[in-house]
């Protein structure tokens, strides 16, 4: 078992679909979020801006089953395989990278976000908060 | 063009090759960096131990040529599309990701490290820091 380098308590995750690939999310987890997450199998994260642990899913039903955890070969940076439930953005595309730095939409949006979270919190969510 | 937005001066960047998908490293660039891979067309990052900017492949020639830029949901992170010269890990394998939290190798080693680097180098270099 590698325990991963925490910088200021966090470490990255790339989180991956397990079957297709596709790079859904980056999120954070401290070592609590990472002990979870192998315990229930289940993705959980530390969130910056809210200060507090999240189980990714928690809220919309968007649940993240981990398949497998990778660590870089400097060991600061995990990369979760997942299952994901649903969709990983809270806009509602299936991957959080929707878009080119230019602005190009390149993934339709699969859900409307008000249906992800309920028509009040749809807009100020940042689930895939990195 | 979406200006991403950089904590303490970095933005983290996912590099992917452009055809497996597969997840090759993850590492960190800074405006200039970001400036320099989007003029040059080859990936350029920030290297937060040795304090510069550097161009992947310039000692081992392991060049990345980006395809494409992609930027997630909230702006603070990227994601390059690359096609990979050689190998992206210092370690000689194809992705940095080449083993489990539990220490399982999943992909094997490529290339002698010190092959990559040169004997001197070989055992030191972090290129792909993260």
Do not use: N
């Amino acid at each position: 078992m590698t325990e991963p380098r925490f910088t200021g308590g966090l470490v990255p995750v790339v989180v991956v679909d397990s079957g297709t690939r596709e790079v859904l999310m980056v999120a954070y987890a401290d070592r609590e979020a990472l002990e979870l997450t192998r315990k229930t199998g289940f993705a959980h994260y530390y969130s910056r801006s809210r200060r507090k642990i999240w189980k990714k899913g928690e809220e919309s039903s968007h649940l993240q089953r981990v398949v497998r955890i990778l660590v870089d070969c400097d060991e600061d940076t995990l990369l979760y395989e997942v299952e994901q439930e649903g969709v990983a953005c809270h806009t509602g595309h299936r991957s959080c990278f929707y878009r080119t730095l230019e602005g190009e939409e390149i993934a339709p949006r699969i859900l409307d976000p008000e249906k992800v979270y309920g028509k009040d919190k749809g807009s100020q969510r940042t689930d895939a908060e990195g």
